[in-house]
Nanobody, 126 residues
Framework: QLQLVESGGGLVQAGGSLRLSCAAS????????LGWFRQAPGKEREFVAC????????SYADSVKGRFTVSRDHAKNTMYLQTNSLKPEDTAVYYC???????????????????WGQGTQVTVSS
């Protein structure tokens, strides 16, 4: 059974960086699109970034474009999110997810994903 586990979150000052990881066990992720989403208190879960199966296609929310970078390592069955120039509005629980379908395309909609991790908290202080 697939299990996704996020890590790397924490408390950081504005302008700082964090590297989030999403490690999978129980099933290979290599043929699927993977996504990062986040949810702030009182707000809906929103798309952050995605990467298709071979890393050739990526997509980012406008709010993080140019500051965040998504990548993946097939050998480690792991996806990463490098977050730079963090802002207080980036504070949220960050979740990783696996797509329902084989990942030739990068998907931005929550409904395209069927497996989720438990989340990792990112807090950015001003």
């Amino acid at each position: 059974q697939l299990q996704l586990v996020e890590s790397g979150g924490g408390l950081v000052q504005a302008g700082g960086s964090l590297r989030l990881s999403c490690a999978a066990s129980g099933r290979t992720l290599n043929v699927y699109t993977l996504g990062w989403f986040r949810q702030a208190p009182g707000k809906e879960r929103e798309f952050v970034a995605c990467i298709n199966w071979n890393g050739a296609n990526t997509s980012y929310a406008d709010s993080v474009k140019g500051r965040f970078t998504v990548s993946r390592d097939h050998a480690k069955n792991t996806m990463y999110l490098q977050t730079n120039s963090l802002k207080p509005e980036d504070t949220a629980v960050y979740y990783c997810a696996k797509s329902r379908l084989y990942g030739t395309t990068c998907y931005r909609a929550i409904g395209e994903y069927d497996s989720w991790g438990q989340g990792t908290q990112v807090t950015v202080s001003s």
